[in-house]
Antibody, heavy 116, light 112 residues
Framework: EVQLVETGGSLVQPGKSLKLTCATS????????MHWVRQSPEKQLEWVAQ??????????YYAESVKGRFTISRDDSKSSVYLQMNSLKEEDTAIYYC???????WGQGVMVTVSS | DIVMTQTPLSLSVAIGQSASISCKSS???????????LNWVFQSPGQSPKRLIY???KLDSGVPDRFSGTGSETDFTLKISRVEAEDLGVYYC?????????FGGGTKLELK
């Protein structure tokens, strides 16, 4: 059974940093391309970042809204993908989901609230 | 970026009736490999999204055949025949053909 479990969500002040973790199981993680997708309080889904596999040199891609502030990474030995979020803004407040490349599997999501 | 436009914003249906949701993309979603990476994702209240349909019309495992997806290029439709209570929630289309991936604004399916 495929499982994706996100952790690391929290309430943080603007300008601070936070790191999310997505631990996976049930599929060959090392070959998988992974995304982070977020859902705003208004329920709009927004793609955030993608990381490809080792065979693709771990290429990464970012939404313009987070480029330069967020970093996606992975540890194939732990079947995990991460999202390092720096210089957080109030508009980053959302539920953050990790998903597989074709959006076929989603985690349960983790809440990130950016507020003073 | 490709803009995905869904209509209607909300849809009220009675159990047993059919429902239809439209999704239009700002440019063709047909990729260079000949495939069209248009997905339909469903989110029931309090749950994480779940993919129902991929590549326009292919049903994910366990999805009832009451669901069907049609369309090509820029115009796509999700149809639900004989709506059941478990179908109530929000439906999103999303494209996986080009970066950045983009989602429609969602259509809320409610009980009449």
């Amino acid at each position: 059974e495929v499982q994706l479990v996100e952790t690391g969500g929290s309430l943080v002040q603007p300008g601070k940093s936070l790191k999310l973790t997505c631990a996976t199981s049930g599929f060959t993680f090392s070959n998988a391309w992974m995304h982070w997708v977020r859902q705003s309080p208004e329920k709009q889904l927004e793609w955030v970042a993608q990381i490809k596999a080792k065979s693709n040199n771990y290429a990464t891609y970012y939404a313009e809204s987070v480029k330069g502030r967020f970093t996606i990474s992975r540890d194939d030995s732990k079947s995990s993908v991460y999202l390092q979020m720096n210089s957080l803004k109030e508009e980053d407040t959302a539920i953050y989901y990790c998903t597989t490349w074709a959006f076929d599997y989603w985690g349960q999501g983790v809440m990130v609230t950016v507020s003073s | 970026d490709i803009v995905m436009t869904q209509t209607p914003l909300s849809l009220s249906v009675a159990i047993g009736q059919s429902a239809s949701i439209s999704c239009k993309s700002s440019q063709s979603l047909k990729y260079s490999d000949g495939k069209t990476y248009l997905n339909w994702v469903f989110q029931s209240p309090g749950q994480s999204p779940k993919r129902l349909i991929y590549q326009v019309s292919k049903l994910d495992s366990g999805v009832p055949d009451r669901f069907s997806g049609t369309g090509s290029e820029t115009d796509f439709t999700l149809k639900i025949s004989r709506v059941e209570a478990e179908d109530l929630g929000v439906y999103y289309c999303c494209q996986g053909s080009y970066s950045p991936r983009t989602f429609g604004g969602g259509t809320k399916l409610e009980l009449k």
